[in-house]
Every structure is written in C-alpha cells, then in structure tokens.
C-alpha cells in the first residue's frame, strides 16, 4: 500500500507540474539579437543547423558562429552552407584558456565579440521553426524575465538515446516545482544550454560565462549566477518549436549524460541517493508486479507509466513504454558517475578531457 500511496503522489505532482510549463507566446517583433552559436566537431549538423536558421532571420538577428578549432570538416562545411549570406559571421576559435571548460570559453568569446542588446545561444545540433525567436521574444515579455530557457523535442535514433535522453524532460517534470520556476533563489535554477535567450546588460552584471568558466553545467549555473543577482529567470515549453539531436551513438549517449548527470547534482552525494530512492521507488512497481502481481502493483506501475505518458505528451515523446528500462538506465549512468567520481576519472568530450 505504500508502493502505491508514493506513486500516487508521484503521479498527481507531475500532472499538477506540468501545468505549469507555460508554452512559449506568439511571435514578436524582433529587436536587434545575436544568436550565437558555439561549434566544436558538429560538420554533420552543420547543413541542418543553417537551413532551419535562414528561414528565422529577421531584420534584427545575425548569427555568430564560434568554430571552436574543430578536428573535422566544421569550418569547410559553415563556408559552403552559408555561401555569400551577410546575415552569418563565423569566428575563428582562439586556443582554451586554462582552468575553462570548452563551450562555456566558446559562449564567453561569442558574448565578447558581439554587440546586440540580446543573446540567444543555440547549440549547433538544434533546427529551429521559422517562429522561434520571435516567439522565444515574446514569452521573456510575458514572463518578466532576462533569462530565458527550455527544454527542446529529442529525436532518439540509439537505443540508449531511446532510454536515456527523454530523462531530462522526466527529472524537470517531477523534481523542479514549475509553480516557483521564478522564484529569484538559486536552489531553483533550471535551463538548458541548448537555447537559451538573455538580455544583455544583465547578463553582464552577473558577470556572463567568466563567472562559470570551468562549468561542466554552463546552463545551470549561468541560470544560478542570474538569480544569485536576483534577477528573473524562467523556464518554458520550447518542445513544438526546436528540435535537438543530441548524440548519434550510444558512446556519445554514455559520455555526454556521465559528463553531467552527477555534476548537476552539484556532486552532492546526498542528492544522488534522493535522485536513486525516488526513481528505485518507480522501479520497485514494475518489479513487484512481476513477481507478486496484484491489484496494488499493477496500480502502481500504471501511475509510473502514465506520468511519464504525460510528460512525453506535453514534450513530443514517444517512448513511455520503455519507461522502466529507462529508469534501468539511469539508476546504472548515476552510480557509475559517482563512482567515477569517487575515483577521479576523467571524462573524454569532444577531443578534451574533463574531470
């Protein structure tokens, strides 16, 4: 009975989250941006990237693209994409600076080398709708905010993708109380690098991508330093307007997630064992209901199960079914991130390695 009572209540908080997860408004004029776009071995996202940007480029947007020295075809392939459009700058990566982390040093030079009152960042494997930035625009209006972000829609063509990157939107879901999503504490930050939009001048007097130079979580903190300032941050449903590829193999999958999925607990060991009790909790009713089914662990389980139904419905997913390997998954890349840790294993990223 209690199996069922904690899912139950797991159940009704996503329901009630979610909707909270305002969608993004309808498009806005667009005042002067720079999107700025760090890149770093992305050549076969390269085409995908500029031919979902050009159709979204309005009078007051130039996109800025950092090829952060990259080991493959990167720079060739944004010289042919972009051709003879004014409306693309690309700039050429100076070498890592010690003590900072890849992108967020790639994020710092774009913010520097750039002028206009607002910045979107995008991550080089989104393709975005027409709408999004006049959209992204609209809702910092509605929200109040100077930092603006969300989490985007996920193809999964890996079967770990499958299982592992839908989690994002299932840890914001059921762990960050959207109802005080602007709440100006840091212990509320939530973002995702993969778009996130600021305004300029304060952005600057939180001290911008130098305040976070050796972030592994560039997104989460930068959103920290905001509501350190008490400055209005906020999180939104981005998923009908940008799309992210993410990783192209299980590899990329394991590496990526093992690189953060334990820093974003800020590798408090504590908050670990909360993240493995809640989400042993989700499994334990699949477990009980295959080897002691009754009426009490099928309740259970359908809980689990249509939770995550509601996640993926608001998000674009597809793949709730596969929600208890899932949780497999993550229970198995959170223990061996912490034990990485515990040992002082690097991670390889991207040619660079991290700790």
């Not at 992305?42 to 979902?52: A, T």
């Not at 394991?254 to 607990?265: A, I, P, Q, R, T």
Request: hydrophobic share 45%.
């Amino acid at each position: 009975m209690i199996l069922f009572v904690l899912t139950g209540l797991m159940f009704l908080f996503t329901l009630v989250n979610l909707a909270f997860l305002r969608p993004l408004t309808a498009p806005i004029p667009v005042p002067p941006t720079a999107i700025c776009i760090p890149l770093r071995n992305e050549e076969r996202n390269v085409p995908k990237l500029i031919n979902s940007l050009k159709p979204a480029l309005t009078a007051g947007c130039h996109v800025y693209l950092y090829e952060d020295r990259s080991e493959d075809g990167t720079y060739d392939a944004l010289v042919r994409e972009i051709a003879s459009d004014d409306r693309f700058t690309i700039l050429r990566g100076v070498p890592l600076t010690d003590g900072w982390s890849g992108k967020v040093h790639a994020c710092h030079q774009l913010a520097t080398q750039t002028r206009e009152p607002y910045l979107l960042f995008l991550d080089a494997d989104v393709t975005i709708d027409p709408s999004f930035v006049g959209r992204m625009h609209g809702t910092l209006v509605r929200e109040g905010a100077v930092f603006l972000s969300g989490f985007p829609r996920f193809p999964t063509p890996t079967w770990l993708g499958k299982l592992l990157i839908p989690m994002q939107h299932v840890l914001i879901a059921q762990h960050l109380p959207l109802f005080w999503r602007k709440v100006r504490h840091p212990a509320f930050a939530a973002a995702n690098g993969m778009n996130v939009l600021v305004e300029r001048t304060s952005y600057e007097e939180v001290g911008g991508h130098a305040s976070i130079h050796d972030s592994l979580i560039d997104d989460i903190d930068l959103c920290r330093e905001f509501k350190r300032r008490k400055k209005v941050t906020s999180l939104v449903n981005v998923s009908p307007y940008i799309t992210c590829d993410m990783y192209a193999t299980n590899e990329e999958v394991w590496n990526g997630f093992s690189k953060n999925v334990f820093k974003g607990m800020n590798e408090a060991v504590g908050i670990a064992l909360y993240f493995s009790l809640y989400y042993g909790v989700q499994l334990s009713a699949f477990i009980f209901l295959l080897i002691r089914p009754d009426w009490i662990s099928l309740g259970a389980s359908l809980f689990v199960l249509f939770a995550r139904l509601a996640i993926d419905l608001k998000s674009g997913g597809r793949h709730f079914w596969l929600h208890p390997f899932s949780l497999v998954a993550y229970l198995v890349l959170l223990t061996n991130a912490v034990v990485r840790k515990w040992r002082r294993k690097p991670i390889t990223w991207k040619g660079r390695m991290y700790h």
